[in-house]
């Protein structure tokens, strides 16, 4: 299983991004995805996830109504587009998938995750 996270760089206060996360060797929709950040000096934090039954989307609060999670069956990858960036979603942002469904309380937990991607760093100056 390889998940390629794409879409990182620098952008002002404001900005938007889009972040592509590209998976090969996964069946996709059999687990969970997610993405997850981690900031210097910080631990790796849950952002957003979708559940692979129902398309349902879950996210932190601190990006809740900024960030939007969504999936592409046919292209077996997942975006995370970010609106109204702050200096404070600065952090290298991993994509991370799970080989099965996982209940929702779990779901925000990185140790639950079965694969990752390589991370990309998205900076956003003030």
């Known amino acids: 299983v390889q998940l390629q996270a794409s879409g990182g760089g620098l952008v002002q206060a404001g900005g938007s991004l889009r972040l592509s996360c590209a998976a090969s060797g996964l069946t996709f929709g059999s687990g969970n995805m997610a993405w997850f950040r981690q900031a210097p000096g910080k631990e790796r934090e849950f952002v957003s996830g979708?559940?692979?039954?129902?398309?349902?989307?879950y996210y932190a609060d601190s990006v809740k109504g900024r960030f939007t999670i969504s999936r592409d069956k046919d292209k077996n990858t997942m975006y995370l587009q970010m609106n109204s960036l702050k200096p404070e979603d600065t952090a290298v942002y991993y994509c991370?998938?799970?080989?099965?469904?996982?209940?929702?309380?779990?779901?925000?937990?990185?140790?639950?995750?079965?694969?990752w991607g390589q991370g990309t760093q998205v900076t956003v100056s003030s």
């Open positions: 979708i559940d692979p039954w129902n398309g349902k989307t």
């Open positions: 991370a998938a799970r080989n099965r469904r996982i209940i929702i309380s779990a779901m925000h937990q990185a140790g639950a995750y079965d694969h």
